[in-house]
């Protein structure tokens, strides 16, 4: 009723970024998720906002943050920010290392992860380019490597759709021993059948064109 609004964070700087005072970017109209359920579509015309304060908040078994943000003072100002993202300049961003390269027990920001390639580290064998990054069920996060498809069996024609497929290699140095951001190369050392495990993507819904509704018949 005051204008709070309640965030959903994607940062692991809660604290610097929603209970202290800080200038953030917030979108100037919501772009929704892609069809994959993320909220990685590109973000628009942004606005420059101050965060005021912030709260950490229990619901439903789930820490939430409350925010207040200035100029927005009552429910029908923060109701038309529902569905924005907000973001923060990467210069505004700490340093997480000192070096370019690294390992899976360093610190990375998500998006210097995303486009890397990974290859064998004993062998330098290409395996596949990260595509995402997505917080694991335990401590480790999850790098999703897309990975060439697997070669049609002699005599098989290749099918009409080929869709993408992809692994996910835990961030831990056992596994990712060597990340050069310098070279866009992530070597990786997977323990035996970690690589067999592939998903692939869903296949896209063929769209059907539909005309107007036929004429409605007179009654007599």
């Known amino acids: 009723m005051k204008g709070e609004v309640r965030v959903m964070p994607f940062t692991d700087f809660v604290e610097e970024r929603f209970f202290s ?3 953030q970017y917030i979108e100037d109209q919501a772009q929704g998720r892609t069809a994959g359920g993320d909220y ?5 015309t942004v606005s420059k906002v101050r965060i005021i304060a912030g709260r950490e908040v229990t619901s439903k078994g789930r820490n939430e943050c409350v925010i207040k943000i200035k100029g927005v003072n009552d429910r029908n100002a923060s109701e038309a920010l529902i569905g924005r993202r907000l973001y923060v300049l990467a210069s505004d961003r700490p340093e997480l ?22 290859v064998m580290q004993e062998t330098g064998v290409y395996v596949g380019k990260v595509v995402d990054v997505f917080r694991g069920a335990g401590t480790h996060d999850l790098l999703k490597v897309n ?16 869709p993408e497929e992809h692994v996910f290699v835990p961030f831990v140095k056992d596994i990712v021993p060597s990340v050069d951001l310098t070279k866009g190369v992530l070597e990786i050392t997977p323990p035996p059948g970690l690589l067999d495990l592939r998903q692939k993507a869903q296949k896209p819904k063929r769209q059907r064109a539909r005309g107007p509704p036929p004429p409605k018949k007179k009654q007599d």
Do not use: N
């Not at 990685?40 to 628009?44: A, R, S, Y």
């Not at 498809?149 to 759709?161: D, M, V």
């Open 40 to 44: 990685d579509k590109p973000p628009g």
């Open 147 to 162: 990975v060439p498809p697997l070669p049609t069996p002699e005599g098989e024609e290749p099918p009409k759709f080929q």
């Open 21 to 23: 005072p800080c200038t």
């Open 97 to 118: 290392r000192e070096e370019q390269v690294g390992s899976g027990d360093d610190e990375f920001y998500s998006s210097e992860l995303e486009g890397l390639e990974v």
